[in-house]
C-alpha cells in the first residue's frame, strides 16, 4: 500500500484515519478503534462493510476486457483521459491537502488501464482504484507502481477523506454526484466518460446488442446535478478494425455479456465478415464542484 493514499483513506465504520499494520505474516489496514480491514495477498484492501448488493464483473468478463485492453482498442479513451487530467490538474487551484503528489481515484476502475495511463501522464500524481468486482482489482492492483487498489461499493459512502482528492475518475461507471463533491477537494475535477450515441454502432444491430440510452446524457447531468458545474464535454471516436475473435471479447466485457444467449450471439459473430469495422464513440465531460 501506497502511504501516500493510505494518508487520505478513512475507515469505512467509523471514518476515523487508516493506517498499515504487519502482523504475523499478514498486512491490514487498522484505524485507532481497532476496525480491521485485510489487505489480500494479490495487493488490494478490502473497504467492505457487510455483504454487497452485487459482486460487479465475473472473472470472465475482467478476462475479457484486460485482454481487449491490452491490445490498445480503447487507448482513444485513456489518451483523452490523460490530456483532460494533465489540463485539470495544472489549472486547478493549490490543494493543500493533496499536497506534493495529488490524488487521482478511479470510481469503478476495472483493471486499472485508464487510471494507470493518467499516473504515466502526470507523473507527480498517485492513484486509486475503487471497485466491487475482486477480480478486476486483482489486476488494477499491478496496473501501475503508483495505484493502490481497493473493494468499495461506490453507491455507498467512498473510504476517503473529505476534500481528499485532487482528480476522480470515472469511465462506464455508476455516479455517486453527492460522495463524488464530499472527496474532491474545491479545485479538483471530475472526469466522465460515457458511451455517446454511435458507440459499437454497427455491433448493435447485428449482434442484437443493448442499445445506448438515448437520455443518457441527461441521465448523468441529473446524477450529477447540485454537485458538479460541467466545466466541458468533448466527443472522441476512433475506427477499430477486429477480427470476430476481438468482436466476442468485446462483447463479453461488457454489459450485453449479461444478457445475451452465449450460443445465439457466437452464431451471428460468425456471419460478420472479416475484418469487423467498430465506431469507439465515447463522451468525455469535465465537471468542478
Known amino acids: 500500500m501506497d502511504f501516500r493514499v493510505v494518508a487520505r483513506l ?48 465475473t472473472a470472465e468478463m475482467v478476462a475479457a476486457r484486460a485482454e481487449f485492453l491490452s491490445a490498445g482498442h480503447y487507448d482513444v479513451i485513456s489518451a483523452a483521459l490523460a490530456t483532460a487530467a494533465d489540463a485539470g490538474l495544472a489549472d486547478a487551484a493549490p490543494d493543500p491537502v493533496a499536497g506534493a503528489y495529488p490524488l487521482v481515484v478511479d470510481a469503478g476502475a476495472g483493471t486499472g488501464r485508464h487510471l494507470a495511463a493518467v499516473l504515466a501522464a502526470v507523473p507527480e500524481t498517485v492513484g486509486l ?14 496496473a501501475h507502481q ?37 472527496v474532491l477537494a474545491p479545485g479538483g475535477r471530475l472526469l466522465v466518460v460515457t458511451p455517446a450515441d454511435d458507440h459499437l454502432t454497427e455491433l448493435v444491430a447485428a449482434l442484437g446488442l443493448l442499445r445506448v440510452d438515448p437520455a443518457k446524457a441527461d441521465r448523468v447531468s441529473a446524477s450529477l446535478a447540485g454537485h458538479f458545474t460541467e466545466e466541458s464535454t468533448t466527443v472522441h471516436r476512433q475506427e477499430l478494425t477486429l477480427s470476430r475473435a476481438e468482436v466476442a471479447t468485446l462483447v463479453g466485457m461488457g454489459p450485453s455479456a449479461w444478457h445475451t444467449d452465449p ?18 464513440a465515447v463522451r468525455l465531460g469535465t465537471y468542478r464542484p
Not at 504487519?22 to 495477498?41: K, M, Q, T
Not at 482504484?129 to 499491478?142: E, F, G, H, T, V
Not at 450460443?263 to 469507439?280: F, H, K, N, Q, Y
Open 263 to 280: 450460443a445465439e450471439l457466437a452464431a451471428r459473430i460468425d456471419t460478420l465478415g472479416e475484418p469487423v469495422r467498430v465506431t469507439v
Open 129 to 142: 482504484a475503487l471497485d466491487i468486482a475482486k477480480p478486476a482489482l486483482r489486476r488494477a492492483a499491478r
Open 10 to 57: 478513512r475507515c469505512p465504520v467509523c471514518h476515523d484515519p487508516l493506517a498499515e499494520v504487519v502482523a504475523g505474516g499478514s498486512r491490514s489496514l487498522r484505524c485507532p478503534r481497532r476496525h480491521s480491514f485485510d489487505i489480500a495477498r494479490q495487493g488490494y484492501v478490502n473497504l467492505l462493510t457487510g455483504r454487497a448488493p452485487n459482486s460487479g464483473d
Open 146 to 182: 503508483r495505484i493502490t487498489a481497493a473493494l468499495a461499493d461506490t453507491w455507498q459512502r467512498l473510504p476517503l477523506a473529505d476534500a481528499s482528492t485532487a482528480l476522480l475518475l470515472n469511465v462506464f461507471a455508476p455516479r455517486n454526484g453527492a460522495e463524488f463533491r464530499r
